[in-house]
């Protein structure tokens, strides 16, 4: 097992607060939420950000999307709205080098975002 923390919360090793789950796909709510609603959607295989994405994870990336629709639902932001936010390494502020997607909603945001 590697030292991964969110590999960890999808092994159920570290306790979270799920709101969605499938084959492919695990998403819990942030432990410091920045808004209302902010959630993580992560893969629950290891990749450690969009740098190490192949070809072969085409379909996971699409099924993370797809899922993020559902999740949206379930949380009640889908008419509302929502952001999503990929932070990448360390400019992108990335802290968890297991790839990750943040959605933000439940309120209105500002743009630009920085
Ligand atoms: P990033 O800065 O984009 O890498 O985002 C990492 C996010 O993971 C931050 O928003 C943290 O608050 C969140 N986080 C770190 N540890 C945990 C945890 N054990 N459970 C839930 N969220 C976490
Ligand atoms: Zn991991």
């Avoid at 509302?80 to 943040?102: A, E, L, M, P, W």
């Amino acid at each position: 097992m590697n030292d991964c923390i969110f590999c960890k919360i999808v092994a159920g090793e570290i306790p979270s607060q799920k709101v969605y789950e499938d084959d492919y796909v695990y998403a819990f709510k942030d432990i410091q939420p920045q808004a209302k609603v902010h959630v993580l959607i992560i893969p629950k295989v290891h990749i450690s950000s969009v740098n190490e994405l192949e070809d072969s994870h085409k379909e996971l990336i699409g099924h993370i999307f797809i899922s993020a629709g559902k999740i949206a639902e379930i949380l009640g932001v889908k008419e509302s709205g929502y952001r999503i936010v990929n932070n990448c390494g360390k400019d992108g502020g990335q802290t968890v080098n297991h790839i990750h997607f943040h959605m933000f909603g439940g309120e209105p945001f500002g743009w630009p975002p920085f």
